[in-house]
């Protein structure tokens, strides 16, 4: 350092530094302001740039995996079509059963219905389970399952042999040879 700077000199450093924090705060600021705002002007669900997943955005987030909303209804064509289909080594049984997930539509008739058989059944309920709810999703093998009701099989016009469990008031309908979720049908119980 010099030690004879003029009062002039010092206060042109002083000022100098100062202009320079002040750039870098603002910088700062700016790049925090669009971290938090492009992903939702480019329709990113999350800030690692992740596509979104069709996911029902007016539901809860759960608490496991990325956070990403759960569906609320949804069923997988393959599933319900091809019960009997077993899981190869690669796991293309479990891929086609995510790919083929659509919306479910049930009448109020049969949502009744629905209510009736598993309000009588006493099958495995969970307050949250510790998978995402989404059709395809692997369910972990600590989950306990009960085999598909004869009646709700009847009423969901297909599924059968598969399995099922009550997450909070959803049916979670599970593909028995991949253990991937089949169906979700909201607000059974």
């Known amino acids: 350092m010099v030690k004879d700077l003029s009062r002039t000199s010092e206060r042109e450093g002083t000022r100098k530094l100062m202009l320079a924090?002040?750039?870098?705060?603002?910088?700062?600021?700016?790049?925090?302001?669009a971290w938090f705002a492009v992903p939702t002007l480019v329709g990113t669900t999350d800030y690692l740039g992740r596509p979104p997943t069709g996911a029902d955005k007016g539901t809860a987030a759960t608490t496991v995996g990325t956070g990403v909303p759960t569906?609320?209804?949804?069923?997988?064509?393959?599933?319900?079509?091809?019960?009997?289909?077993?899981?190869?080594?690669?796991?293309?049984?479990?891929?086609?059963?995510?790919?083929?997930?659509?919306p479910l539509s049930l009448s109020q008739e049969k949502r009744d219905k629905l209510r009736a058989i598993f309000s009588?059944?006493?099958?495995?309920?969970?307050?949250?389970?510790?998978?995402?709810?989404?059709?395809?999703?692997?369910?972990?093998?600590?989950?306990?399952?009960?085999?598909?009701?004869?009646?709700?099989?009847?009423?969901?016009?297909?599924?059968a042999g598969s399995q099922y469990m009550?997450?909070?008031?959803?049916?979670?309908?599970?593909?028995?040879?991949?253990?991937?979720?089949?169906?979700?049908?909201?607000d059974v119980q």
Not at 83 to 98: F, V, W
Not at 129 to 140: A, D, H, I, L, R
């Open 21 to 33: 924090g002040s750039v870098l705060a603002a910088a700062l600021f700016v790049g925090l302001l």
């Open 71 to 102: 569906q609320r209804e949804a069923e997988s064509a393959v599933a319900k079509n091809d019960p009997a289909g077993t899981d190869d080594g690669t796991g293309g049984r479990a891929r086609n059963i995510k790919q083929s997930s659509q």
């Open 120 to 159: 009588a059944a006493g099958g495995p309920k969970v307050d949250r389970p510790n998978f995402e709810m989404m059709v395809g999703t692997s369910v972990p093998r600590q989950a306990e399952l009960a085999d598909l009701p004869p009646e709700a099989i009847q009423v969901l016009n297909g599924y």
């Open 166 to 186: 009550i997450a909070g008031k959803n049916l979670i309908v599970v593909d028995q040879n991949s253990r991937r979720v089949a169906a979700i049908v909201a």
